[in-house]
């Protein structure tokens, strides 16, 4: 099965059980006749690290004696398993780049193949009819594994872009590798045969059929497109186009195909958003021209009296021999699935299933269990079974229940305990932890509540709570935590003191989850710390300046007190005389003044009249001598 954007799962070969690895790496199976969650794997982190990919097969169709002879001791150790359980293994990939194979009826890993392994971490696998398991990775290498010898044959690579999804042609033999384009190289010869080009984004699910002994198929879609291409594997060439295009609503998260007794090609898909598009094309029709409509598609909500909220669907399969002509899906969420066979009416485009919802089913079934006496399996707890004869008491005096007595305390004790005010000399109350406040405002997404949570600078509160965490609402805690701190500078301080504390105490989960995965979770918070220390520095300028202006206005504007006013002021009584003022009354030396400063301008302009007079008279005089001069 492929590697999806969110999550990794597949049927059996018979549909009847049903696999699913979460974002944490955990595998979870499920029957699907009884809805019943069957098992759960935990792999070791430390040393084989999550599981990435994997794949079902059968031990009765893998080839070679060695395997045949593990399988039955297998089958032995596990008592209660019946023949088909104890044959039903899964390969698994981590991310360390290993191969495991995990045994249904022992619960565990039973081994790990034996080789070099990828460098990163695997993507997908699949296998052949003849007991070869073929694995890829994100080193860009494809691993040839033998199942019977368990080890590493042979290895080749694909080219500079990552594989994240190949399938098993069994007519032409050929290995259908999808990353950015679709290559189909020889399994013999390690040669690239064709390549398809036509998807935008990288390929994450593929599936392979086939009409006859000469014609085949490969249905491909990618992580960032709404579209499913039809490919038909021929001779050699490069670049070749779709044979035909199916469209969808949303983004595909699972894929399927078949082909029915009637020749009509089959295709199911479950999209992001929980929807089942199913397809219905006849062969004689596939054709080029123009997009093709899914001809059914499938909803499923709940039948709450209250509110109708849609179930999403998970996971469709059309390959399973029991009913060629039914479809079996899942839904629910990863922790509660309910599965149905349902047989699709092409006669409506829209088909809705009002269905009970799997959380809720599944605690109704748990409290039916209790009133008949029977806990689920979800509900089992146990009870410590204590012998009070064998009971060593610490203590050499041993009171018996039937002696205690109920201690009445006085009102005295009482009207104390009720005195709120702390004393001053009183020891200073403990931090809390503030977990179950906190998992619960992830869970409803209540802003109020999260804020009253994370509004705190208390070192020992933050740190008891993030001890207690569990492990699931790391990641969204840290959403949270990226959403504070493009708020206010207050919502910054709070989210920086529990980012740092939360790195601190989760670091080995952190580490778990590999380098691309941690750096989405962290990608946008890092990103807003980069972009306020590149304001840092100018920030730091302006705080500078801001100061110096600061201090330079307090320097000029304030003022001595002392200076501002008189220290002291005297008034001379005695000075005010009488005899004085009378003499100032009749003589005032200003209007004497006055008086002198007018005689005198008067006789200024006296004076130069006078001048003015005489010139004249000199000028008549010197004019009648100069006219007896002209006479003689």
């Known amino acids: 099965m492929a590697l999806g954007s969110h999550h990794v799962l597949g049927f059996s070969p018979d549909a009847k059980l049903f696999a699913f690895i979460n974002d944490q790496g955990i595998l979870r199976i499920w029957d699907t006749d009884t809805n019943e969650l069957k098992q759960e794997y935990t792999p070791n982190l430390q040393l084989s690290g999550p599981c990435t990919a994997f794949t079902w097969f059968i031990a009765g169709s893998v080839s070679g004696e060695p395997t045949e002879k593990k399988f039955k001791k297998a089958r032995k150790l596990h008592a209660g398993s019946t023949k088909d359980e104890g044959a039903i293994y899964l390969a698994l990939g981590t991310s360390n780049g290993n191969i495991s194979l995990y045994s249904y009826a022992l619960g565990k890993i039973e081994r790990t193949l034996k080789g070099e392994g990828h460098s990163g971490k695997v993507t997908c696998l699949t296998q052949d009819d003849e007991g070869h398991l073929y694995s890829s990775g994100e080193d860009c290498q494809i691993i040839v594994w033998s199942v019977a010898d368990e080890k590493q044959l042979s290895s080749w690579s694909v080219g500079t872009e990552k594989p994240y999804s190949i399938v098993y042609s069994k007519i032409s033999k050929n290995l259908v590798v999808g990353g950015r384009q679709i290559k189909i190289f020889s399994t013999a010869s390690q040669e690239l045969m064709q390549t398809f080009t036509g998807h935008t984004s990288d390929i994450n699910l593929m599936s392979f059929l086939e009409l006859d002994e ?74 080029a021209e123009k997009p093709i409509k899914p001809k059914l598609t499938i909803e499923i909500a709940s039948d709450s009296a209250t509110v109708i909220a849609p179930i999403p669907a998970i996971s469709v399969s059309l390959r399973h021999s029991a009913h060629p002509q039914e479809l079996i899906f899942g839904y629910g969420n990863s922790s509660f699935l309910v599965f149905e066979r349902l047989k699709p009416n092409f006669a409506e485009k829209l088909q809705v299933l009002i269905r009970a919802d799997p959380k809720l089913l599944y605690l109704t079934q748990g409290k039916l269990s209790r009133k008949d006496g029977k806990s689920g399996g979800a509900l089992k707890t146990l009870t410590p079974i204590v012998n009070e004869a064998k009971v060593d008491y610490k203590s050499t ?177 005695d000075s005010s005389d009488p005899e004085l003022e009378d003499e100032g009354e009749k003589s005032s030396p200003d209007d004497e003044w006055d008086e002198d400063i007018e005689d005198t301008v008067e006789n200024m302009e006296q004076d130069s009249e006078d001048n003015d007079e005489s010139e004249n008279e000199n000028d008549d005089d010197s004019d009648a001598d100069e006219g007896e001069e002209m006479d003689t």
């Open 214 to 287: 000469s014609i085949e198929y490969v249905l491909s879609t990618s992580r960032m497109e709404r579209i499913i291409c039809l490919w038909k594997i021929g001779k050699k060439g490069r670049n070749k186009s779709a044979t035909c295009t199916l469209l969808m609503e949303d983004v595909a998260h699972c894929l399927t195909s078949h082909v029915d007794n009637d020749r009509n090609l089959r295709v199911a898909s479950v999209t992001r958003s929980g929807v089942i598009h199913v397809y219905l094309i006849a062969v004689e029709n596939i054709k």
């Open 397 to 573: 005096v041993t009171v018996s229940k039937k002696k205690l007595k109920a201690v009445e305390m006085p009102m005295e004790s009482r009207l104390q305990n009720l005195n709120l005010n702390a004393l001053p000399g009183g020891v200073a109350p403990q931090a809390q932890s503030k977990v179950q406040l906190l998992v619960q405002a992830l869970h409803s997404k209540d802003n109020t509540l999260l804020r009253s949570v994370l509004h705190t600078h208390d070192t020992k509160t933050i740190q008891l709570t993030l001890h207690k965490l569990p492990v699931p609402y790391v990641g969204p805690l840290v959403n949270e935590l990226t959403q504070f701190m493009q708020q206010k500078r207050m919502n910054v301080e709070y989210a920086v003191d529990w980012l740092k504390i939360l790195v601190q105490t989760h670091s080995s989960q952190l580490m778990a989850l590999g380098s691309e995965d941690l750096l989405n979770k962290f990608g946008p918070c890092i990103g807003i710390i980069e972009h306020r220390v590149n304001c840092l520095k100018e920030l730091s300028k302006v705080a500078g300046r801001l100061d110096l202006l600061i201090n330079q206005i307090k320097r000029n504007t304030d003022e001595d007190n002392l200076n501002s006013a008189n220290v002291l002021v005297y008034e001379d009584n």
